[in-house]
């Protein structure tokens, strides 16, 4: 993947000294028509128009030839996806923005208003980063980079606050100067002010009824095959994680399929499993491997786990930073540049157990006995009684909100997350300016919980390629904006019903996902993995929590987390998803102390 990286300084007669084109020019591989310069502005891996304007891009554009129309010129079949992105903006403005579908980012140099434009698809999935100081804006993919370029090096804390209270931070990095460009906005930036506006927006209210429901199946097996096939654009072999859980499974299947049927360009499928002591995956991923005559790469989570000391992340901190680095070496043996992933799978797919507020539709209609029968019907499933389920569904029906009451992890009354009292009033402050769920009050009861989770998971960046393996295409095919579209405005109960999670994709994909696995209810889980990975780093970090880098800048109560950390390592109840934040959090900064040190 080409990375992205530049410089604009606003006042158009100063010039870019020599420094920053050293870090933009720097690279020995870099031939001198690869940067493009303008009054104050030097940026890399542009695509030029007649009119002066500049785009650089990195990423995929899967809508290519529909784009090439919508642009009303004669573009070669062979032209770049920055030059096809360029004449949609010079067409249509910053809204044609919304016409980008892939996993993309971009920067566009307006030349005649003398603006920047820096823009993310509606995932966030191919990240940009940017600062502003010193009467200029810098930009680059790699957030390491900007870093080392910028010297900006004070900790957020507010990223500190997100992070330890909610398991993400995806609005900040961790660094107080630097910003990533938010999903599915664009920031322009001008000599006189910066503003960000929003080009795409979850699909509230956006219904599609079919009059059979075997036209969702068909609908939904056209969009997933179309979903895998445009990220397989690649004339190296491509990767794809294998869990043997459905998500995966499904990806692998149609993704063998279209190698075998010569539908893709790519010549070869490789799958990544992770195995790990005691998991019943394997019989599942195996099954999928001789289905498909697949030789696939098994890996031990005891070999590449979950955390260590010494792999936390480098420019922000990761969880199973071993596994990618391995991932990242296997890839580059193969000569493989593509990894497809089944992640965004179950929000997208339907796997509710229970999504009882689809009787909240009928009650809003004042549909009682429907409504009565339809939460029997999700009683039953779930094996308990009938009245809370009613009462859930009745405030569906008659309130907007969906949001959680309590969706922090550091909000646990025995230990408070082990915030000091001052980084809770930095939680408390950011909460108040939380997005606000209004958006949702004219949706359909059954859809609320729906696209509020989706909002989630784009919020907190969720699906970003992580830096480590930044240099290929990281992509899930479940994130594909036409799919993820489809599956959103099409009834709920299409979807998912009692008893039946994942209704339509295990009826849409049946043929193509063996039987096994078409049928499998449940999936592993990490939470052993994990333990393995903490428990001796929980204990060491124990023995003097006053020591820890997080309670010396005033973050963390250092006796609230002693007692957390040895009960973790006993293997009792310790609000362990958040405790794991922390340990991450400490382990990060304890690095980044030693790599600042050695340099």
């Known amino acids: 993947m080409s990375g992205l990286a530049g410089v604009f300084y606003y006042s158009p007669s100063r010039p870019v000294p020599p420094r920053d084109e ?178 795409w927006s979850i699909p509230v209210s956006k219904t599609v009824d079919y009059a059979r429901e075997s036209e969702y199946e068909q609908r939904l097996r056209a969009l997933f095959q179309e979903a895998v096939a445009v990220r397989m654009r690649t004339s190296a072999p491509v ?118 507020e689809q009787a909240g539709d009928y009650l809003r209609e004042r549909k009682i006995a429907q409504a009565l029968r339809e939460t029997l019907a999700w009683s039953q499933a779930l094996g308990t009684t009938i009245y809370p389920l009613l009462w859930r569904a009745l405030r569906a029906a008659i309130s907007p909100s969906v949001m959680p009451e309590s969706a922090d992890l550091g909000k646990r009354p025995s230990d408070g997350g082990s915030l000091t009292g001052r980084l809770r009033r930095t939680a408390r402050s950011l909460s108040c300016h939380r997005r606000s769920d209004a958006w949702l009050k004219e949706e359909r009861p059954s859809r609320r919980k729906h696209l509020w989770a989706l909002s989630q998971v784009l919020e907190a960046r969720t699906l970003q390629t992580p830096e480590t393996v930044g240099h290929i295409a990281y992509t899930h095919p479940f994130s594909h904006r036409p799919l993820v579209e489809f599956m959103m405005a099409i009834p709920p109960r299409i979807v998912c019903r009692p008893g039946s999670p994942r209704r339509l994709m295990r009826r849409a994909f049946a043929g193509l996902v063996p039987e096994p696995v078409l049928g499998r209810r449940s999936k592993a889980i990490y939470s052993g993995v994990f333990l393995e990975s903490l428990r001796p780093i929980a204990s060491e970090l124990g023995r003097n929590t006053r020591r820890m880098r997080l309670v010396e800048l005033g973050y963390v109560d250092p006796d609230s987390v002693a007692v957390r950390l040895g009960r973790l390592a006993g293997g009792l109840e310790c609000n362990q998803p958040q405790l794991r934040c922390l340990i991450l959090l400490e382990l990060w900064l304890r690095g980044r102390e030693l790599r600042n040190e050695e340099s």
């Not at 606050?161 to 001008?190: C, K, M, N, W």
């Not at 499904?250 to 063998?256: D, L, Q, T």
């Not at 480098?314 to 593509?338: D, K, T």
């Open 22 to 199: 050293g870090r933009i020019c720097g690279s020995p591989d870099q031939s001198a028509d690869a940067f493009h310069r303008a009054p104050g502005l030097l940026m890399a891996h542009a695509a030029r128009s007649s009119t002066g304007n500049l785009c650089a891009w990195d990423g995929r554009l899967d809508n290519r030839d529909d784009l090439r129309a919508k642009a009303g010129r004669c573009f070669p079949r062979d032209c770049s996806d920055s030059e096809i992105a360029l004449a949609i903006y010079e067409t249509k403005g910053k809204e044609g923005l919304c016409d980008l579908i892939g996993d993309w980012s971009l920067v566009i140099w307006d030349a005649a208003r003398h603006i920047l434009l820096l823009a993310s698809d509606y995932a966030g999935v191919r990240p940009l980063y940017y600062c502003l100081n010193n009467g200029r804006i810098v930009w680059s993919s790699a957030l390491q980079c900007l870093v080392d370029w910028t010297g900006a090096e004070p900790l957020d804390e507010e990223y500190v606050a997100h992070f330890l209270t909610r398991g993400s931070a995806g609005g900040r990095t961790p660094y107080r100067d630097i910003l990533p460009v938010p999903p599915g906005q664009v920031l322009e930036v001008s000599a006189s002010r910066q503003w960000t506006e929003a080009f």
């Open 239 to 356: 990767c794809a994680e294998l869990s043997g859980g459905l998500d995966s499974s499904s990806i692998v299947c149609m993704a063998n399929q279209l190698v075998t049927r010569r539908r893709v360009e790519a010549p070869e499928l490789i799958t990544l499993s992770y195995r790990q002591h005691g998991s019943t995956d394997p019989k599942f991923y195996q099954a999928i491997e001789r289905s498909c005559g697949l030789q696939g790469i098994h890996l031990e989570t005891s070999e590449h786990p979950f955390l260590t000391p010494a792999l936390a992340g480098r420019a922000q901190p990761v969880f199973w930073e071993p596994r990618f680095q391995e991932v990242s070496r296997r890839m580059a043996a193969a000569g493989a540049n593509v990894l497809l992933t089944g992640q965004l799978g179950d929000l997208v797919m339907g796997n509710w157990m229970d999504d009882s």
